[in-house]
């Protein structure tokens, strides 16, 4: 079974900042890994797609890469702003129909 | 264009009792999924859907039954609600079928469900 995990559990930085944040999967055999964000109380909302064969995908200010043979992937947020508080989660897609979902990096940003 | 909507909101449930919770995706999406979410365990999988009238078992199926008659509405039933089912419930979709490895998946704003 796919075991997804992210480190750090919580982060806080100052805004401005540019930081990393982690995600880590145990079976490289995979069709694609998305990014999410996730606000209190608040659905899923998809940041980024990275499929397989791909080693990155970039989005405004944010940009996710993949290194599938070493079973990880890194979202960076460059000029965290403090609307870019919230949590996000990575999810993997095996060779099948089924998602395996990480615990999720909660963020804040300090004004 | 609503995208995913779940129903209800929030629910309050006593142990025994039973209900279903509604997803409907206006996006002709084939693939339908059920998720609970609880605090420190991430989003785990209950059950799916790859068409009308297919499902299949997730990670966590049991206490829960999901039934797809039509291709926008994916039901998800608890017969006998227990404690250890009280959480956020999200469903979600893909196009499916096409594009396996660009496939985005959408997902709705949750069900809130308490058993006591």
């Known amino acids: 079974k796919q075991e997804v995990t992210q480190i750090p559990a919580a982060l806080s930085v100052p805004e401005g900042e540019n930081l990393v944040l982690n995600c880590s999967f145990t079976?490289?055999?995979?069709?694609?890994l998305q990014w999410f964000r996730q606000d209190p109380g608040k659905g899923l909302t998809s940041l980024l797609l990275?499929?397989?064969?791909?080693r990155e995908q970039t989005s405004g200010r944010l940009n996710a890469s993949l290194d599938k043979s070493s079973g990880r992937s890194t979202l960076y947020i460059a000029a965290s702003q403090p609307g870019d508080s919230a949590t996000y989660l990575c999810?993997?897609?095996?060779?099948?129909?089924?998602?395996?979902f990480g615990t999720g990096t909660s963020l804040t940003v300090i004004p | 264009n609503a995208g995913v909507t779940q129903t209800p909101k929030f629910r309050v449930l006593k142990t025994g009792q039973s209900m279903t919770l509604l997803c409907a995706q206006d996006?002709?999406?084939?693939?339908m999924y059920w998720y609970r979410q609880d605090p420190g365990m991430g989003l785990r999988l209950i059950h799916y859907?790859?068409?009308?009238?297919?499902?299949a078992k997730g990670e966590v199926p049991d206490g829960y039954n999901v039934s797809r008659l039509k291709k926008q509405n994916f039901l998800l039933g608890l017969e006998s609600a227990a404690p250890s089912q009280t959480s956020v419930y999200f469903c979600?979709?893909?196009?499916?079928?096409?594009?396996?490895?660009?496939?985005?998946?959408?997902f709705g704003p949750g069900t809130r469900l308490l058993v006591l």
């Open positions: 990275i499929q397989s064969s791909q």
């Open positions: 999810a993997v897609r095996p060779t099948g129909n089924q998602f395996y």
């Open positions: 079976d490289s055999a995979i069709y694609n």
């Open positions: 859907s790859v068409g009308e009238g297919t499902t």
């Open positions: 996006m002709n999406h084939e693939y």
């Open positions: 979600a979709s893909r196009r499916g079928k096409t594009h396996l490895a660009q496939e985005t998946q959408y």
